[in-house]
């Protein structure tokens, strides 16, 4: 093999698709792939098998984000807009990817997001056309309807354990005149109520336990976890194999049809980068043969954004009181056992709310995500004292940023830089959502819970406070995407049935390949585009 240096091999296994990264869109492609046992499909991911047993506890998430068995625990550069922080950025190393450390809700988006995707000339992503592939996707335990599908392979559910906050929050936010909506996956997102979440019966339906585990013991299906793929293998510009390291040896695979990279927003531009398919001056810089100028690998990466307001409580109905009284804990515990119920199956959010903050918008450009308990970061200590928090997050960020690589070896991490609040819409967005949460907050369903604003505090009222605050406490809400982008301009790096453009045999199929970010939750969309994919690519099998 030529191209960038490979050398052939004599026993190299062949296989006709290799799927690099078995997450959230990887596992779908597994499945499909392999199902009618024509294709041999070999799977590799750089994580375990999914064993550990905070995957599968809903609550479990938080102890998952700084697990580094099972997460590549990122960090971007210093990001300006954030007074030059870091932020911490959890992505899933382990069978079913990003979908086994997640937050679990079930957000699909807005019509408008894939109507604007067809709209920038994505032929077969308009709403219409994806509806099909979310209903195929789904196992809805409302039943199917225009909407929602049932007897698909992934498990969405309604909320298993009720408390007084988290009702309260949706009143008090119809209290405000933002409307009750029932189902933020339906005829309109817009509204305020209780999140559906991946899981069946009260334990997280990631893509591994949804689309692996049924597939995982056809022949033709061949999983390999621990391998960490560190480049592709070219003969001129058509992908012939991949070279991976497992246990510290180097292996190679080659494929006979096709290459699906589905190694997640961040991984995806850093394995074609470090093949040779990228920027020119950079892969240079790095001292890689250069296979494609492709200067829109890595580019345009999006990232939903999050501010947190905390809420003292003069009552001890939050998690944090539950947590802190031992009895209280054990009674979870046991409640979680023996009925998959209570606090352990909260996950990132129990209700929320989508609204506008300008009425000249068309549709919702704030998610509130309410939870009731608190912490000063994500994944730490909760408070010792009763109180819960309501994030803000912008849905439709103007900021664009990239990801490039920093050595042309794959275990090192790549520069991640976001560009959090880099434009004035995405600045306003924040200050105005964080007036209209404030006013949820006080309204008057809330009031029997609200003593004290912990953070910011209600000192903080002006434009500038609000921003200031923003800048030294947002957070991720770990959704990036957008960095080998469809579409057709010079920059888009995958096409309409996300090939790699100018390359052969190569497709990007995960969150990488979204033309933009989407106005909700990013499992769900990217399982629909691994469904969409899986069609194409068989349809071009054939
Ligand atoms: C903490 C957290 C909370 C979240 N909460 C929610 C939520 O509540 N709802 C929601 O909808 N979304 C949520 N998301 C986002 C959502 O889970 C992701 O957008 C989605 O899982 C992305 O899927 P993917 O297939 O693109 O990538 P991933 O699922 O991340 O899969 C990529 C896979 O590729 C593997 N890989 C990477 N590089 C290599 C390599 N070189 N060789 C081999 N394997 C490799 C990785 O280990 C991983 O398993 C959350 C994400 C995180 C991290």
Redesign the pocket.
């Known amino acids: 093999m030529q191209g960038n240096g490979a050398s052939p091999s004599n026993d190299m296994p062949e296989f006709d698709y290799i799927i ?7 596992c779908v492609l597994a499945n499909r792939l392999s199902a009618d046992g024509r294709h041999s499909v070999l799977l ?4 375990p098998k999914d064993t550990n047993i905070w995957i599968h506890v809903p609550i479990g ?1 938080a102890k ?2 700084k697990e580094k068995s099972v ?2 625990m990122y960090q971007t550069e210093p990001e300006p807009g954030l007074g030059g922080r870091q932020v911490f ?19 699909r988006g807005q019509h408008e997001d894939y109507d604007r995707w067809r709209q920038r000339g994505n032929v077969g992503w308009g709403y219409d056309d994806v509806l099909p592939y979310f209903k195929r996707a789904e196992n809805q335990v409302r039943g199917g309807d225009a909407y929602h599908g049932a007897g698909g392979p992934l498990h969405v559910s309604d909320w298993r354990h009720h408390d007084p906050l988290s009702e309260a929050f949706v009143k008090a936010a119809v209290e405000t005149g933002i409307p009750f909506n029932p189902d933020f996956n339906g005829a309109s997102q817009e509204g305020a109520g209780f999140f559906q ?2 899981t069946r019966r009260g334990r997280r339906a990631s ?1 591994a336990f949804s689309y692996l585990r049924p597939a995982r013991t056809r022949p033709n299906l061949h999983i390999e976890t621990g ?4 480049r592709l293998l070219f003969e001129g510009r058509r992908v012939r194999a991949v070279e ?1 390291r497992q246990n510290g040896r180097l292996r190679t695979a080659r494929a006979r049809k096709e290459i699906l990279v ?7 531009p ?2 074609l980068q470090l093949s040779g398919v990228g920027p020119a001056e950079l892969l240079k810089s790095h001292g890689i043969d250069v296979v494609l100028d492709a200067p829109g690998v890595g580019n345009d990466l999006q990232d939903h954004l999050q501010v947190r307001i905390v809420m003292k409580c003069p009552q001890p109905v939050t998690l944090n009181d539950v947590v802190r009284h031992p009895v209280r804990k054990a009674m979870a515990g046991l409640q979680y056992a023996a009925l998959r119920k209570g606090p352990l199956t909260i ?3 129990t209700s929320g709310a989508f609204f506008k903050t300008n009425p000249r918008l068309a549709s919702p450009d704030i998610q509130i995500h309410f939870i009731p308990f608190s912490t000063d970061k ?1 994944g730490e200590k909760l408070h010792p004292f009763s109180a819960f928090s309501a994030s803000v997050c912008q849905l439709r960020p103007e900021s664009r940023g990239s990801l490039k690589i920093k050595s042309a070896d ?1 275990s090192v991490p790549p520069a991640i830089r976001i560009n959090y609040l880099a434009t004035e819409t995405d600045r306003a967005a924040f200050i105005d959502g964080m007036r209209i949460l404030r006013k949820i907050l006080a309204a008057p369903a809330l009031k029997p819970y609200c003593t004290e604003e912990v953070y910011p505090g209600a000192n903080i009222t002006s434009d500038e406070g609000l921003l200031d605050f923003c800048r030294k406490t947002g957070s991720t ?5 957008s960095t080998c982008r469809m579409g057709s301009d010079p920059l888009a790096v995958v096409d309409q049935r996300l090939k790699v453009r100018g390359i052969e045999g190569l497709r990007v ?4 390949v979204m033309p933009d970010l989407m106005s ?7 399982i629909m585009i ?1 469904e969409k994919a899986s069609d194409m690519i068989l349809e071009d099998a054939r």
């Not at 809400?477 to 995407?481: C, L, S």
């Open positions: 690099v990264g078995a997450g959230s869109a990887g590799l991911e750089a994580g998430y998952l984000f997460n590549w950025q959890p992505r899933g190393k382990v069978l079913g990817g990003s979908s086994s450390i997640n937050g679990l809700l079930y957000v979440t991946t893509s391998a960490l793929a560190q991976y589905s190694s997640g927003a961040y991984n995806s850093q394995l996950a990132a959010g994500m794959a809400v770990y959704h990036p995407t199929v995960d969150a990488s909700g939750n990013t499992n769900a969309p990217t691994a």
